[in-house]
């Protein structure tokens, strides 16, 4: 039951904010990374806008490296995992920069870091998911093509901002999507930055809204704009939110299209449960302690969940979450297969 092969849906980089300062387009690389000061020298200004809370409890919660390739190699090795796909850790919270064309001039250095940092010496055991920019959707879509010219095996956007991915602008990052065969994956922040998350006082309380929200307000705004209907050759995956959402959320979502689907989402030509389905092109990460996680695969197949890490990230317990899944009894072989390896395999190309 634990030999199964396995892979890794969703896992994080550590950004080198350093590195990736001194990476990006002028003018902001001066701003940013002066020349000719020491290596020693911290910008007060982050990259991205932060919410000042301390996930990990100082060293409590710290889980292991993740910011270069022999971190990630070994902790691959720790499962094993054959591979996983990575995800930015300072980059989900790119959709809250407000300027336009320093949000898609970050979203470049960062996939360009990527790029350089992990891929010549991870022999291909580390996918890089591209960061996309949110405020400039024609910015978007040509970041989709070069990242698949850098070699990233998809590309994300963050759930988090003011922002609906359903919106029609950013039509033209999922075609271009679909011509150069890339996946798109939304990702939320867990921040208190976010939209709703934004009202509680501690952590714990927005970090526990943050993630289903974001994906929820996504995921709705994607189905019912008909995203998912008019680009049938885009995977997309939802992450950071767990699988035994989807069929209470479907059965909301369903029950408002058939009252008034035909006046208030035309684009929609069938109930939102139509598209989470064995082989279909929705896919969701999935949490290893989910205790409907059966009777969900059971819905909408054993191909469309991906087991999900989350290394290195303080509410993350890799290895022990992977043998968790390798042995749950209450799941099938074929859902195990599916989580453990198909559904991301499927999702990023690697079958």
């Known amino acids: 039951m634990g030999t199964a092969r396995a892979v890794d849906g969703d896992g994080h980089v550590m950004e080198d904010a350093k590195r990736i300062a001194r990476m990006l387009d002028e003018p902001y690389r001066e701003f940013r990374a002066p020349s000719g000061l020491s290596d020693?020298?911290?910008?007060?200004?982050?990259?991205?806008?932060l919410d000042g809370m301390d996930r990990n409890l100082g060293t409590r919660l710290f889980r292991g490296k993740a910011h270069a390739p022999a971190d990630w190699l070994a902790a691959l090795d720790r499962g094993p995992l054959e591979w996983s796909a990575v995800y930015p850790t300072l980059g989900l919270y790119a959709g809250y920069v407000k300027d336009p064309d320093y949000q898609a001039a970050l979203c470049r250095a960062y996939n360009d870091w990527l790029a350089e940092t992990f891929y010549p010496h991870c022999g291909g055991r580390i996918l890089g998911v591209a960061l996309l920019p949110t405020r400039n959707a024609d910015a978007a879509a040509s970041e989709v093509r070069r990242a698949r010219s850098l070699g990233h095996a998809a590309a994300m956007f963050?759930?988090?901002?003011?922002?609906?991915?359903?919106?029609?602008?950013?039509?033209?990052?999922?075609?271009?999507a679909g011509e150069v065969g890339l996946p798109i994956a939304v990702h939320a922040s867990g921040s208190s930055l976010a939209p709703g998350a934004d009202l509680f006082p501690k952590f714990i309380q927005t970090h526990s809204v943050a993630h289903p929200y974001g994906i929820l307000r996504q995921f709705t705004s994607m189905m019912?704009?008909?995203?998912?209907?008019?680009?049938?050759?885009?995977?997309?995956a939802f992450l950071e939110a767990g699988a035994t959402w989807l069929p209470w959320w479907l059965d909301r979502l369903d029950e408002e299209y058939e009252a008034r689907g035909s006046v208030d989402a035309p684009h929609l030509a069938r109930k939102p449960s139509a598209f989470l389905r064995k082989g279909g092109n929705v896919f969701v990460g999935c949490e290893p302690n989910e205790r409907m996680l059966g009777?969900?695969?059971?819905?909408?197949?054993?191909?469309?969940?991906?087991?999900?890490?989350?290394?290195p990230h303080w509410d993350s317990d890799y290895p022990e979450s992977l043998r968790h899944m390798q042995t749950r009894s209450d799941l099938t072989e074929a859902q195990r297969k599916g989580v453990l390896h198909d559904a991301a395999a499927r999702f990023y190309g690697r079958d």
């Open 40 to 49: 020693d020298f911290v910008p007060i200004e982050p990259l991205t806008p």
């Open 158 to 176: 963050p759930a988090d901002g003011d922002h609906l991915l359903g919106h029609a602008r950013y039509d033209a990052a999922y075609q271009a």
């Open 224 to 236: 019912f704009e008909g995203v998912f209907e008019r680009f049938p050759a885009v995977r997309f």
């Open 295 to 311: 009777q969900t695969l059971d819905l909408i197949g054993d191909d469309v969940v991906m087991y999900a890490s989350d290394y």
